[in-house]
């Protein structure tokens, strides 16, 4: 049947039918049938949904997994029989795969907590699937609101669960999971996980991670964690050994748990690593020599244009030194941010990272909601496609410290006061000799006659100076991913609202 004949039908269905008349036809012999009583139990929410999921179509399966989890029908028993739901048999697509996930993390009961350790398991399973099933364990005893699949506010209904009960529940599982060698990404999570429910993992295996330099960093980072964690006293001579590994991110945790334990030679390392170490374990090790060393790493700072200290980590000095206990060092801080409101931000020129940055773009810098990168986002401001090719690090920096400085032809708010003392605040997106295009803050234009405006007051930008609010280090990500946005990587933004979900169905 067309969609939209169907909706035209379903919409009179909710008008004129019954529950009983619904689930009366769940076993008609006619699929449209099926579908159309599937879709009005939805419009419903109602726990009758659980009948189509042993349907003989595989659409009316898909479509009911999809009715019982966007619904409130997920917090019934129907939710409990999408969650246990057989992943290797169902035949559902990955999107939908991912509501079974998440109606087990929401149910939140032991066995449903088992059922996720049991889809991590699974190799037959796609990765991003068995990744999710570990997400929602290690985020037990969060309650989360923002819904993992649909995104939207979605509180979850019941008591409060404990990560000590989920290490009760499937802790005997992890370690079998851990000891079967999954894929890298799996074992950074499931270390993770084992490391919030207390787990103690054998330190073999562990050291054995840390060790294997053809593992991934980030499993053997979580490795090391754990093994800090359980078991200090001999995790010790470990850091010890790995204060200088090639793979940054290790020698980055190795300084920091080098601090904490006391390692012999620490600061010495830590300087070193300053001077040497790619940036991420460089930044540990300026934490460590502000913390040992205050009156070293000072030093640093009122030398840093002629001391050879990289451009890229003069932030990371300067937040050290503003996070001391040394007064001197908190002093310096101090008057160096006093200086201008612009001192501490353009110490973000450099250094960032590109993949953070996204994230910063689109949440809390909420860029999107003005500007386009792509196909994606608002028009109230320009384009930044290629804003890395237009402007350099320390113009995005100004742009974002103080929006007015300069602002882009046509992208600037104004009011317009008209002929009848009515106010238009918008900016001019078109003019000619007898009238304006004006875009309105709603985004819908309106042309006005030059005869009827009887004042405009000057462009001003609409956008709020991001730079100030902004933690420096988020800001630093921010310019390196608008510095990265030149013709060689057009438009990439990656589009965190899209499940792949578009099968058109009549809600």
């Known amino acids: 049947m067309d969609p939209v004949l169907r909706h035209a039908c379903l919409s009179a269905l909710d008008r004129i039918g019954t529950l009983e008349s619904a689930v009366a036809r769940t076993m008609n012999a006619q699929r449209e049938v099926r579908l159309m009583a599937l879709l009005y139990l939805r419009r419903h929410q109602s726990a009758e949904l659980a009948r189509f999921l042993t349907d003989a179509d595989a659409q009316i399966r898909t479509e009911a997994v999809r009715a019982i989890y966007d619904t409130a029908a997920v917090d019934t028993t129907a939710g409990d029989a999408i969650a246990a739901l057989d992943l290797q048999t169902s035949n559902l697509p990955p999107t939908v795969q991912r509501r079974v996930v998440a109606a087990n993390y929401r149910r939140g009961t032991a066995a449903h907590a088992q059922r996720l350790i049991q889809i991590a398991s699974t190799s037959a399973l796609e990765l991003q699937v068995r990744e999710a099933a570990l997400h929602a364990l290690r985020l037990w005893d969060k309650r989360i609101t923002a819904d993992p699949v649909l995104g939207g506010y979605r509180a979850i209904p019941g008591e409060a669960r404990s990560m000590k ?286 005869a009827k405006v009887t004042s405009i007051t000057p462009p001003v930008s609409a956008m709020p100076p991001m730079g100030l609010s902004l933690p420096p280090r988020d800001l630093r990500d921010l310019v390196a991913f608008l510095a990265h946005q030149t013709p060689a990587h057009k438009g990439k933004v990656k589009d965190a609202a899209s499940h792949g979900d578009n099968e058109k169905i009549a809600k």
């Not at 993949?355 to 386009?372: I, M, S, Y």
């Open 165 to 450: 009960m989920l290490g009760d529940v499937i802790g005997a599982n992890l370690k079998q999971f851990l000891a079967s060698k999954p894929p890298p990404q799996l074992t950074a999570l499931a270390l993770k996980l084992a490391d919030a429910m207390d787990l103690v993992l054998g330190e073999a295996t562990l050291k054995e991670q840390i060790a294997n330099t053809q593992l991934d960093a980030g499993v053997r980072v979580a490795a090391l964690d754990s093994l800090v964690k359980s078991a200090p006293n001999h995790a010790r001579e470990i850091v010890a050994a790995h204060l200088a590994d090639p793979k940054a991110d290790v020698a980055a945790a190795a300084l920091r748990h080098g601090l904490a334990l006391k390692v012999d030679g620490i600061a010495e390392a830590a300087l070193r690593a300053v001077d040497k170490a790619p940036l991420a374990a460089a930044r540990a090790g300026l934490d460590i020599v502000a913390t040992l060393q205050p009156a070293e790493a000072l030093g640093r700072w009122t030398s840093r244009e002629t001391s050879g200290l990289r451009r890229e980590l003069w932030l990371d000095l300067f937040l050290a030194l503003q996070a001391s206990t040394d007064n001197a060092a908190k002093e310096q801080a101090t008057a160096f941010a006093a200086s201008a409101v612009d001192a501490v931000p353009r110490l973000s020129m450099t250094g960032g990272d590109v993949t953070r940055g996204e994230v910063v773009f689109r949440n809390q810098g909420a860029c999107l909601q003005c500007h386009k990168i792509g196909d994606d986002g608002g028009v109230q401001g320009p384009a930044l496609t290629l804003v890395g090719q237009r402007l350099k690090p320390e113009k995005l920096v100004e742009s974002l410290v103080n929006p007015n400085a300069e602002i882009a032809q046509g992208y600037g708010l104004s009011s317009f006061t008209l002929d009848d003392g009515s106010l238009i605040a918008g900016r001019i997106s078109a003019e000619t000799k007898d009238s304006l295009t004006v875009i309105a803050l709603d985004n819908k234009a309106a042309v006005l006659p030059r």
